[in-house]
């Protein structure tokens, strides 16, 4: 089946470092989309890329979707201690998805003040 | 507009004891989901259903069954529970098209199986 791959599993950065999570999927993905899960809480949706070669920025975080459509990237420019938490990719299941989405083990982002 | 609740937030069984962990959304979203967290293994999917009445496999099914009598509430239910069933449990919903398609989360119900 379909297996969608991230690294690293845990990141340790100094507050104002940058970081970067790297998604990997076993086959092609019409989209891809990102979550947040800060500790104790819940996924919260942050963004969705659809096109080949795709950037899409929000404030100091940047989102790429590979030219070939089965990897992804998120990086954060310059982390703040707000940025900790938990953060998945995810794309749509094989066949009739009906808006399944199979997830990354995620990224564990912890920034030291 | 509450979104999505899951109740109860925490619950603790011993070993072959049921219980039903309960989703609303007040959305009027069609579909939705039930997942299992696990450290390092990210979010799998347990059961869905696309509409009420309806409901279908996900990666991980065996042990639970669910339940969509009505469009707004996905019951999970665990007849006979299993340490290995020890997780923290997240319900979603989606509306069908338009927008992201992006899935919305409940809080979370965290169970311990003894």
């Known amino acids: 089946g379909q297996q969608v791959m991230q690294i690293p599993q845990y990141q340790h950065v100094q507050e104002g470092e940058d970081f970067t999570t790297y998604c990997n999927s076993s086959?092609?993905?019409?989209?891809i989309q990102w979550y947040k899960q800060r500790p104790g809480g819940h996924p919260v949706f942050l963004i969705q890329?659809?096109?080949?070669?795709e950037v899409k920025k929000q404030k100091r975080l940047t989102f790429q979707f590979g030219e070939a459509k089965k990897n992804s990237s998120l990086h954060i420019t310059a982390t703040q201690t707000t940025d900790v938490g938990t953060y998945f990719c995810?794309?749509?299941?094989?066949?009739?998805?009906?808006?399944?989405?199979?997830f990354g083990q995620g990224t564990i982002l912890t920034v030291h003040p | 507009n509450a979104g999505v609740t899951q109740t109860p937030k925490f619950r603790v069984l011993k070993t072959g004891q049921s219980m039903t962990l309960l989703c609303a959304q007040d959305?009027?979203?069609?579909?939705m989901y039930w997942y299992r967290q696990d450290p390092g293994m990210g979010l799998r999917l347990i059961h869905y259903?696309?509409?009420?009445?309806?409901?279908a496999k996900g990666e991980v099914p065996d042990g639970y069954n669910v339940s969509r009598l009505k469009k707004q509430n996905f019951l999970l239910g665990l007849e006979s529970a299993a340490p290995s069933q020890t997780s923290v449990y997240f319900c979603?919903?989606?509306?069908?098209?338009?927008?992201?398609?992006?899935?919305?989360f409940g809080p979370g119900t965290r169970l311990t199986v003894l």
């Open positions: 259903s696309v509409g009420e009445g309806t409901t």
């Open positions: 979603a919903s989606r509306q069908t098209s338009g927008g992201y398609n992006e899935q919305f």
């Open positions: 086959t092609t993905l019409s989209n």
């Open positions: 995810a794309g749509p299941s094989g066949g009739t998805s009906y808006g399944k989405l199979t």
């Open positions: 890329l659809v096109k080949s070669g």
């Open positions: 959305m009027n979203h069609e579909y």
